[in-house]
C-alpha cells in the first residue's frame, strides 16, 4: 500500500498545475476544481478513499475528499486501459458491452495490501448506464470490507446513483453503507471537502 501511495504522490506532484476541471468521457459529468491537493501519506489513518476514474473527474473528487479527510488513497487501474473508443457511449464499445454483461469483470492491476487499519471505506466511481462501472464489481469481489463503513459517491452529468451502490453493497458481508452521494455537477473544492467531512461524521455515528 506505501509503495503504491508513493507513486501515486509522485505522479500527483509532476501534475502539480494539472487542470482538475473535467468532462468525464462517459456520462460527461463534471467538477470545478483548479488543481489537484497534494497529498501526504498517514501513518495511521483510519480512512481509504478507494476510486475508480478514466478521466479526471471522479479522480478530482477522491483526491480532494482525501485531503479534506487526512485519508489514504487507492486508485483501481484496468489491466486493459478504457480508450476513447471504448468509452463511446451506444457504439457498441467496451464499455456498453461490459455494463450489458451482469458476469463482466474486468481486471485489475493492483490491489490493497491490507485494509485492517482502516474503519470507513469512501468508494467512488463514474455511472455508466445508469450502474457503477464493472470492474469496481472486480474489486469488491477480491477484498474484505467486512466490519467496515462504505461511503459511496458518484458523478454523473444528469442521473442520480440510483441503484448503484445497492447494487455494489450485495458483494459486500458484514459492511455497513451508507446512502449514495452523487456529486453536483461543478461540484466545487469547498463543497466536495464539507460534504466528504460531514460523510466521516455520519459514517462514526
Not at 44 to 65: C, Q
Not at 194 to 199: F, I, V
Request: net charge negative; aromatic share 8%.
Amino acid at each position: 500500500m506505501k509503495k503504491l501511495f508513493a507513486i501515486l504522490i509522485s505522479l500527483i506532484l509532476c501534475m502539480g498545475t494539472l487542470s482538475a476541471v473535467a468532462v468525464d468521457a462517459v456520462s460527461s459529468a463534471t467538477v470545478s476544481i483548479e488543481s489537484f491537493p497534494e497529498l501526504k501519506e498517514h501513518e495511521n489513518a483510519k480512512t481509504l478513499v478507494i476510486y475508480f476514474s478514466t478521466d479526471d473527474t471522479v479522480k478530482a473528487v477522491a483526491l480532494t475528499a482525501a485531503d479534506a479527510l487526512e485519508a489514504d488513497v487507492f486508485e483501481i487501474i484496468p489491466e486493459q486501459p478504457y480508450t476513447a473508443a471504448d468509452l463511446a457511449y451506444y457504439t457498441d464499445g467496451r464499455c456498453d458491452r461490459e455494463q450489458a454483461d451482469a458476469s463482466a469483470r474486468p481486471g485489475i492491476v493492483n490491489w490493497p495490501e491490507s485494509l485492517d487499519q482502516y474503519d470507513v471505506v469512501f468508494i467512488g466511481y463514474p455511472i455508466w448506464h445508469g450502474q457503477a462501472p464493472r470492474i469496481l464489481y472486480t474489486l469488491l469481489e477480491g477484498i474484505d470490507l467486512s466490519g467496515k463503513t462504505i461511503v459511496p459517491f458518484c458523478t454523473s452529468i444528469s442521473s442520480g446513483a440510483g441503484s448503484s451502490a445497492e447494487n455494489l453493497s450485495k458483494l459486500t458481508k458484514d459492511a455497513v453503507w451508507l446512502k449514495a452521494e452523487r456529486m453536483a455537477s461543478y461540484a466545487t473544492d469547498g463543497q466536495i471537502r464539507t460534504w466528504a467531512l460531514s460523510a466521516l461524521e455520519e459514517a462514526a455515528k
